[in-house]
């Protein structure tokens, strides 16, 4: 009876709920343990996994031909505007990317009505990631996957439902915590509300895209009333944790992107360093920090004190 559950972001697709909970329990423990908080037993730990539904059923192919994928496989629309986000952003953070010009168009998106341009715009998108910290080792393939897989989910109704059940399959009357990373807290979030009556109190975002407006933000479901989202479910507290150099948090702080619970109780945004691997999530959950917040919703369930009052 899980009374934490970790939900993944992209990029786990090959891994599985056992094998993510054996990778990431001992991460989350030792956050735990640094903000002095209680032991777990394995049971207590569980893996919201949802990588294999990118895949047809019963296989790892996508059915969409991944190994010769460029910047023409690059759709306009979200993939475009995500990735010159992720552009734009690593060259704000990363002095060795150089940023896209600015010349009078919307950068990548400007580009839309020309196929040929747009292409040549995102190569050298493609380019300027790859000589960056963040995405230095990861190939066009991947980053392309990467793109497609969160178009995929806030455009796909059925995909979206079924990763948000395989979220729902591992909560249980126990359930104090959720923390999610990345895509998955995209997932959780629209999960909590679609399921008011959790028993989960505390959640807990990690390098998490759910205040990139036009993107993610815009999409959420359900959407935000005047560009403020509404306090997810029924939970107590919300913490907010990112590495300044994360380019996929975007922005680094949520407070001010959704409304407060009660009129009173606000995200909590906090910062921290994860060295060269800014959005690792095992780094996210070592973390003292992160382990303080899950620690507040495994002592503290019924508490409603915690937030940020502004």
């Known amino acids: 009876m899980a009374r934490v559950v970790v939900v993944h972001g992209i990029g786990k697709e090959f891994l599985g709920p056992e094998t993510m909970r054996t990778m990431l329990g001992p991460a989350l423990e030792d956050g735990i343990r640094l903000a002095g908080g209680p032991r777990l037993s394995e049971r207590d730990v569980a893996c919201a996994f949802y990588?294999?539904?990118?895949?047809?059923?019963?296989?790892?192919?996508?059915?969409?031909?991944?190994?010769?994928?460029?910047?023409?496989?690059?759709?306009?629309?979200?993939?475009v505007e995500l990735l010159a986000a992720w552009w734009k952003q690593a060259a704000r953070v990363d002095e060795a990317v150089t940023g896209p010009h600015e010349d009078g168009t919307r950068g990548l998106v400007g580009y839309g009505t020309s196929r040929v341009l747009l292409s040549q715009r995102v190569r050298e998108a493609l380019d300027a990631l790859a000589g960056s910290q963040f995405f230095g080792r990861v190939s066009d393939r991947l980053l392309i996957f990467a793109l497609k897989q969160v178009r995929r989910y806030l455009t796909e109704p059925e995909l979206r439902e079924a990763v948000r059940g395989r979220l729902a399959d591992e909560i249980t009357d126990e359930t104090s915590v959720l923390v999610a990373h990345s895509l998955g807290s995209v997932v959780a979030y629209e999960a909590l509300h679609a399921n008011p009556d959790w028993p989960v109190t505390d959640l807990v975002t990690l390098g998490s895209p759910l205040g990139l407006r036009g993107v993610v933000h815009d999409r959420l479901d359900p959407p935000p009333v005047d560009g403020v989202g509404p306090w997810p479910g029924g939970i107590r507290r919300w913490t907010n944790i990112a590495d300044r150099g994360d380019i996929v948090a975007l922005p680094d702080t949520l407070a001010d992107h959704f409304g407060p619970r009660e009129g009173e109780l606000r995200i909590t945004d906090l910062r921290i360093t994860n060295g060269t691997r800014m959005h690792?999530?095992?780094?996210?959950?070592?973390?003292?920090?992160?382990?303080?917040?899950?620690?507040?919703?495994?002592?503290?369930?019924?508490?409603?004190?915690g937030g940020e009052k502004r």
Not at 280 to 305: C, M, V, W
Request: aromatic share 8%.
């Open 51 to 79: 990588g294999d539904l990118y895949f047809e059923a019963g296989t790892r192919s996508t059915g969409l031909d991944l190994p010769p994928w460029d910047e023409s496989d690059v759709e306009d629309g979200i993939e």
């Open 280 to 305: 690792d999530l095992t780094r996210y959950l070592t973390a003292r920090k992160t382990g303080e917040a899950i620690t507040k919703g495994l002592l503290d369930p019924g508490s409603s004190k």
